[in-house]
């Protein structure tokens, strides 16, 4: 197993256009979580899955974003009508649900939104 | 709402000892994690404290005080390739990370 892997690591966008990220979770990982981080800041939450179903959503998230996990494997995220603020990188990161709550990131897809 | 408070920035030098402090306030709480980041990379995971007291692992430590809302993260024997970003993080219902602890650590 080679780890969390994400797809694209790079994204380079117009305003106004969807993107579409993916993330390939640990394969024995039951939860999966999307963060946005931006320089100098913590990874800040945006969704939460266990197996297929989405358990939260950050209240901060506005209806342009979305995310599906539809076997309870790999998950997208997608975000429509693009703006300049959504410009960050966007972590996923999965879980075993084991007690210590380790969490394993993935590399991230750095979004700019030009 | 939640929210964590860590210092911005510290700085030591090779083989020192440095504490990175963590408060936080909190509508739910399972426990406290520590993530490691450097520069250009992703997170990774150091510790976690669901109870009261030390956790040690290596040169690193950390620890809670659930009533005091309180955790630390304890870094001995410093080398140059600890300088990163620290993070703690309260595990409740959503997880939440702190703004990060930038250390920069001097020969």
């Known amino acids: 197993d080679t780890g969390v892997s994400q797809d694209p690591r790079h994204k380079i966008t117009k305003r106004g256009q969807n993107v579409t990220f993916r993330c390939d979770p640990i394969?024995?990982?039951?939860?999966l979580y999307w963060y946005r981080q931006t320089l100098g800041q913590g990874p800040e939450f945006l969704t939460y899955?266990?197996?297929?179903?989405?358990?939260?959503k950050s209240r901060l998230l506005s209806d342009r974003f979305s995310a599906e996990r539809p076997k309870g494997s790999f998950s997208t995220l997608e975000i429509q009508r693009t703006e300049q603020g959504d410009s960050a990188m966007y972590l996923c990161?999965?879980?075993?649900?084991?007690?210590?709550?380790?969490?394993?990131f993935g590399p991230g897809t750095r979004l700019t939104v030009l | 709402g939640q929210s964590l408070e860590q210092p911005s920035e510290v700085t030591a030098v090779e083989g020192a000892i440095v504490q990175i402090n963590c408060t936080y306030q909190?509508?739910?709480?399972?426990?406290l994690s520590w993530y490691q980041q450097h520069d250009g990379g992703a997170p990774t995971f150091l510790s976690y404290?669901?109870?009261?007291g030390l956790e040690e692992t290596g040169r690193f430590s950390s620890f809670l005080s659930r009533s005091d809302s309180y955790g630390y993260l304890l870094l001995q024997e410093l080398q140059m390739k600890d300088s990163a970003s620290y993070f703690c993080?309260?595990?409740?219902?959503?997880?939440?990370f702190g703004r990060g602890t930038s250390l920069i650590v001097h020969p």
């Open positions: 990161a999965s879980s075993s649900g084991t007690a210590d709550n380790e969490q394993f």
């Open positions: 394969s024995e990982h039951n939860r």
């Open positions: 899955f266990q197996n297929e179903a989405q358990l939260e």
């Open positions: 909190t509508s739910g709480f399972y426990g």
């Open positions: 404290n669901a109870l009261d």
């Open positions: 993080a309260v595990e409740s219902y959503i997880p939440t």
